[in-house]
């Protein structure tokens, strides 16, 4: 069984310590060695816990990368690195290109791709139990149909065969085996991996909170979707997929309903030669936060909000200076990938997630993006696509625009009706008694016509009969022990409504 590898030897640490003085750099790296060689003793008695010889390959391959990541971890704590904001510059014209409508692409270059959505999370914060992408969204159909149905006619129509395959995590896999059990008799190709599961950190000892491999689930995490290159390559699906002849991979979010498989920005991918294309948009006030492609030393690179000091939020935050976010909708080279994994030049920038356990306990889990391997690839890109495909379900709020007459669904694709397409998409903000997918439904007979709607804005205990009409900018709000009733067919434009009240003229 292979074991992790040693970090410098403790002692040696310690002398070296000495001789540069004792410094708070000394201290943090004599820390940084006993805690690498504590936390590699742990991870070694847990792979030599697991019996079953393929789970413990499985296992110990996982440790070894979360290993990795622990110990460069601490090292990057210790070394305090960081960006420097001066060498950050707005990209280059070369580096985000326009996206362009191209004549002529020829569909069979799909037989070159598969398509891949990343499905490790929940449904809990819209209320829902099981994975986020069992929850329906249109027409009586989940997230999952949606994208089948998208895979399914891009084989049928052009006589192609384009696997689906889902990135899975602990929490969903199971599930997952079982929800796709009835795609079975459909014209696609259905291939599930799941990601790595680390093991979460104690904040105060930096000790591995499972004591071994088959521990409760709560002592474990996916580490975020920068895993994606370690969890196909472990798995040997990256391997599969290059004997099959893909030679692309377009990788999304599971709720993202905008990413669908485009030609034009498949074939602009393969005429520029790119190993990886990274699908940004226009940056809006909603959207302040996301991750934005930037020029470092000449290079492209990410710049995550968390990478930002304080004194330049403000800047990071404009749409002055970066005007464009990343929308996670990722294209990568298959045999890049597997050069970059095969030369284990895969370094991305970690995520400290702080979380306390329902026990009260302080843990951290060490997390990576997709984005970020943009660094690794050749002539990596953007391309500024329209704001169409960035379409994420994250809440009741986003699922009433989904479920609206603003969308016209074909084919398992959505795309805003001609009445609205230079309008852009209204602002929803749904309170709490919202916030579940079952009181969402409850609280709406029907959904509301919103094709003129501007802005909503709803607050409290407040129900929606069938018919009614939104439109312009319209605020109802049921202060607390009040209720508010719209009855079937209220027609509401440019109003302001509070109180305790059933309306009655519309």
């Known amino acids: 069984m292979a074991t992790l590898s040693e970090p410098k030897d403790n002692k040696d640490v310690q002398a070296s310590a000495r001789q540069r003085g004792a410094s708070t750099m000394d201290f943090k790296s004599a820390t940084t060695g006993v805690a690498a060689k504590t936390m590699r003793n742990e991870l070694n008695r847990m792979v030599s816990g697991v019996t079953e010889p393929s789970k413990k390959k499985m296992f110990d391959a996982e440790m070894q990368s979360f290993f990795l990541l622990f110990n460069r971890f601490l090292t990057e704590r210790a070394k305090g690195e960081k960006l420097d904001w001066e060498k950050i510059k707005a990209p280059k014209p070369e580096q985000v290109r326009p996206y362009k409508v191209l004549p002529n692409v020829d569909p069979a270059i799909l037989n070159k791709l598969a398509v891949l959505k990343l499905n490790g999370g929940l449904g809990t914060t819209m ?15 989940t997230f999952l149909d949606l994208s089948v149905r998208q895979i399914e006619h891009l084989n049928s129509e052009y006589n192609v065969n384009v696997p689906f395959i889902l990135m899975n995590s602990f929490n969903t896999d199971d599930d997952t085996a079982r929800i796709i059990q009835k795609y079975q008799n459909h014209n696609i190709n259905i291939l599930t991996f799941e990601q790595s599961r680390y093991p979460r950190v104690d904040k105060e000892s930096l000790l591995p909170c499972p004591r071994e491999a088959a521990s409760d689930k709560a002592n474990w995490y996916p580490p975020g979707h920068g895993d994606i290159f370690d969890a196909v390559t472990n798995s040997g699906l990256l391997d599969k997929l290059i004997a099959a002849g893909k030679e692309y991979i377009f990788i999304s979010n599971v709720d993202n309903l905008g990413a669908v ?122 391309i500024n696509v329209p704001r169409s495909r960035f379409l994420p379900v994250k809440s009741c709020s986003d699922l009433l625009l989904i479920k609206s007459k603003l969308y016209n669904l074909e084919h398992g694709v959505l795309t805003m009706d001609k009445s609205r397409e230079f309008g852009g998409t209204p602002v929803v903000k749904l309170g709490d008694h919202f916030k579940k997918v079952a009181n969402f439904e409850k609280r709406f007979k029907s959904i509301p016509n919103i094709t003129e709607l501007d802005h909503l804005t709803v607050s409290g205990d407040v129900w929606f009969g069938k018919g009614i009409r939104l439109a312009g900018t319209c605020i109802i709000v049921a202060n607390e022990g009040n209720k508010i009733m719209l009855p079937d067919g209220t027609n509401l434009e440019n109003k302001l409504i509070t109180g305790n009240l059933n309306i009655i003229d519309h």
């Open 261 to 382: 498989v485009d030609l034009n920005i498949f074939q602009t991918m393969i005429d520029s030669q790119a190993e990886y294309v990274m699908e940004v948009t226009d940056k809006t006030k909603a959207d302040i936060k996301g991750g934005t492609i930037i020029d470092y030393e000449g290079k492209v690179r990410l710049l995550e909000v968390a990478q930002v000091p304080k004194d330049h939020m403000d800047e990071f935050c404009s749409t002055r200076k970066f005007k464009i976010f990343n929308t996670n909708n990722i294209w990568c080279n298959l045999k890049a990938i597997k050069r970059v994994m095969d030369e284990d030049a895969l370094n991305l920038e970690i995520i400290v997630n702080n979380k306390v356990t329902e026990q009260g306990q302080a843990v951290i889990q060490l997390e990576t993006a997709i984005g970020a391997a943009i660094k690794h690839f050749e002539s990596a890109i953007g």
């Open 127 to 141: 209320g829902c139990v099981g994975p986020k992408s069992v929850i329906e969204v249109r027409d009586n159909m």
